[in-house]
Nanobody, 117 residues
Framework: QVQLVESGGGLVQPGGSLRLSCAAS????????MGWYRQAAGKQRELVAV???????QYAESVKGRFTISRDNAKNTVFLQMDSLKPEDTAIYYC???????????WGQGIQVTVSS
């Protein structure tokens, strides 16, 4: 019903920047929450940032001030601008979409972000 495709990951040095994009397609409601989660090796998946269709955002404390989430509602796309990257940001990043009135949560396939010198 909903497909999420991430792009923009890769390898970057500490202090560098990356921008992740996630395009949603299919039966996407205009009322939804989109966000980014990440899972580092040996750790549980954690919330990074989420944004509502109205532009309300929420960030994990570990990324606040360094990451910025935004979205283009017309294109059903969510972005994550990551600045001042640290090695501890290394993880697989997953795009997520939650439609209001729908119990299902939709996930992208995940994209690798590696911060290393």
């Amino acid at each position: 019903q909903v497909q999420l495709v991430e792009s923009g990951g890769g390898l970057v040095q500490p202090g560098g920047s990356l921008r992740l994009s996630c395009a949603a397609s299919g039966s996407v409601s205009s009322i939804n929450v989109m966000g980014w989660y990440r899972q580092a090796a040996g750790k549980q998946r954690e919330l990074v940032a989420v944004i509502t269709d109205g532009g309300i955002t929420q960030y994990a404390e570990s990324v606040k001030g360094r990451f910025t989430i935004s979205r283009d509602n017309a294109k059903n796309t969510v972005f994550l601008q990551m600045d001042s990257l640290k090695p501890e940001d290394t993880a697989i990043y997953y795009c997520e979409l939650d439609r209001w009135g729908d119990l299902d949560v939709y996930w992208g396939q995940g994209i690798q972000v590696t911060v290393s010198s």
